[in-house]
């Protein structure tokens, strides 16, 4: 059977292979290495729709061939890749790209290799074409297993995801402590799950962050602060990255109480939230005269009177920096009491991860199920 593989970015692959779980739930994934994860055959249409809203994935290969080098040569690589070309039924022009992962392999030149593959696809009928291809093809090296893998290429290699154009500091209502683009845009999808006719919950919107992630892959998405000035600024933002997107979502952003949302979310929404995404303000910029772990109960309570069957929160919170792997240390709080609270507040943590800020920071990303009340 006609396999896929999916290759993942390198800045946080654990989150990435989380992402790539959550963006296909029905499907068992391989690892052939931490960023190469291996499936039977997907539809085409449904990877590329993942892949424009992911984070975490780089690419995915269909009808893939591979080898582990040097146990196989790079003849039967070819071989293999040459069986596919012949099963192809179209002809026309084609670009080889190449990509390596984790170092190199030693005695393997991915350039010459994708040269080589690039002669043997023109002696099956096809041209070269590297400006404007009606085909390409991906071989990508992984320096870290050994592993050579060729397959038809859906999506590029640019490491670029377009998060760049709407960093914090781009848009128009600025904070200091937004997130990076890239981790709201893997939160909302470790939260959501596959895009769908259901609605991501951001409670305590701020400037935006994950409703704009959300938004500008066509989720449809509820956004609410206690704060009007953010709501102000948050739209602004939204408005702003919407300029040049032609995505189509239902999102509603209004002032309202994380703390009640069945009053701050519109009665049509209770039962069609499929996931939260959480990031609470902390310090000088707490949520009222709630504590930190009140406030998180509270939300996490509130918000379990109307989500979905099934849903997911995804909880961001300030960590000191863990080297050494030790007990967690929260910046706020103690690490067995939180646990505590999540539990009391029904919510059952299914995993966890570490993204590392600055010396004196790190930030926990926490993905827990949040079943509806009874």
């Known amino acids: 059977m006609a396999q896929t593989l999916a290759c993942l970015r390198g800045w946080h692959v654990g989150l990435a292979q989380a992402e790539l779980v959550a963006l296909f739930p029905a499907t068992k994934f391989e690892e052939l290495s931490p960023r190469l994860m291996l499936t039977n055959q997907q539809p085409a249409k449904e990877l590329q729709q993942s892949l424009s809203c992911s984070s975490g994935i780089q690419c995915f290969l269909r009808d893939v061939e591979l080898i582990n080098y040097p146990k196989q040569n790079q003849t039967t690589l070819l071989e293999k890749v040459s069986g596919v070309l012949e099963k192809f039924p179209m002809r026309g022009s084609l670009a080889v790209r190449y990509l390596r992962i984790a170092g190199r392999i030693d005695g393997v030149s991915t350039k010459s290799l994708a040269g080589e593959i690039g002669s043997l696809a023109v002696s099956h009928g096809y041209s070269i074409n590297l400006n404007d291809p009606e085909y390409e093809i991906g071989l990508i090296a992984d320096g870290m297993s050994n592993t050579i893998v060729c397959g038809w290429l ?104 994380a703390c009640n949302l069945v009053e701050s979310i519109p009665t049509m929404w209770h039962g069609k939230i499929s996931g939260v995404v959480l990031d609470p303000p902390y310090g000088r910029n707490s949520h009222g005269t709630h504590g930190h772990f009140e406030l998180i109960s509270n939300t996490i309570e509130s918000a379990r009177k109307i989500v979905s069957d099934n849903a997911k929160l995804v909880l961001i919170i300030p960590i000191k920096p863990n080297k050494d792997n030790d007990e967690l240390e929260l910046l706020h709080g103690e690490w067995d009491n939180f646990k505590q609270m999540m539990v009391s507040s029904g919510a059952e943590i299914i995993n966890q991860w570490q993204e590392h800020v600055h010396a004196s920071l790190s930030r926990l990303i926490l993905l827990a199920s949040i079943s509806p009340q009874d």
């Open 154 to 257: 859906i999506g590029d290699f640019d490491d670029s995801i377009g998060t760049a154009t709407r960093r914090a500091t781009e848009r128009p209502f600025f904070r200091p402590i937004s997130l990076d683009p890239r981790l709201a845009r893997l939160a909302v999808n470790l939260a959501g799950g596959p895009i769908d006719e259901n609605a991501i919950l951001d409670p305590m919107t701020g400037t935006g962050g994950f409703a704009m992630e959300a938004i500008t892959m066509g989720r449809n998405c509820l956004a609410i602060d206690m704060n009007e000035d953010m709501i102000f600024g948050a739209k602004q933002n939204i408005d702003w990255a919407l300029q040049d997107n032609d995505v189509k979502s239902n999102f509603q952003m209004s002032v309202g109480d």
